[in-house]
């Protein structure tokens, strides 16, 4: 059975930081491209950040140069790091398999200011 597990969420201040984890389960985690989404209630789920099976990056706009996503095959995670959080940043991010159906349950961000 495949598994996409998140954890990492919390509340920050505005200006902080939190790094989220995905661990995948029940299938060859070395050759999927992973990303991570988020949503607000209401609102469509936004795209944030994918990575590739070899590690090639790519970020929304809204993001780039304060979000880092990353792998590793061993632990079989994908991570986001996340750095400089703004209210507006709140929201329930997702890890996905990408090109799939397949995702996690969410954690929530919440940041205050």
């Known amino acids: 059975q495949v598994q996409l597990v998140e954890s990492g969420g919390g509340s920050v201040q505005a200006g902080g930081s939190l790094r989220l984890s995905c661990v995948v389960s029940?299938?060859?985690?070395?050759?999927?491209?992973m990303g991570w989404h988020r949503q607000v209630p209401g609102k469509e789920r936004d795209l944030v950040a994918t990575?590739?099976?070899?590690?090639?990056?790519n970020y929304a706009d809204f993001v780039k140069g304060r979000f880092t996503i990353s792998r590793d095959k061993d632990k079989k995670a994908v991570y986001l790091q996340m750095n400089f959080l703004d209210p507006e940043d709140t929201a329930v991010y997702y890890c996905?398999?990408?090109?799939?159906?397949?995702w996690g349950q969410g954690t929530q961000v919440t940041v205050s200011s």
């Open positions: 990575i590739t099976y070899d590690a090639r990056t």
């Open positions: 996905q398999i990408e090109e799939t159906d397949r």
């Open positions: 029940g299938i060859n985690f070395r050759v999927l491209p």
